[in-house]
């Protein structure tokens, strides 16, 4: 609990791509983790499920 990532890479879909935005953090989550909280100023945390590691 309480990691803080840091944004590492990042692609957005052009004209030619399908839409898509994909935003990659480092340190990676731990193996054992199964949920990645996301809180951002103002909004509701969000709860994303980790597949298995």
Known sequence: MGTRYRLHTGEVGGDDAPWRVAWRYLPA???EAR???VDV???PTVVLSLPAG
Request: hydrophobic share 45%.
């Open 29 to 31: 989550p731990p193996p």
């Open 35 to 37: 949920e990645l909280l």
């Open 41 to 43: 100023a103002a909004s």
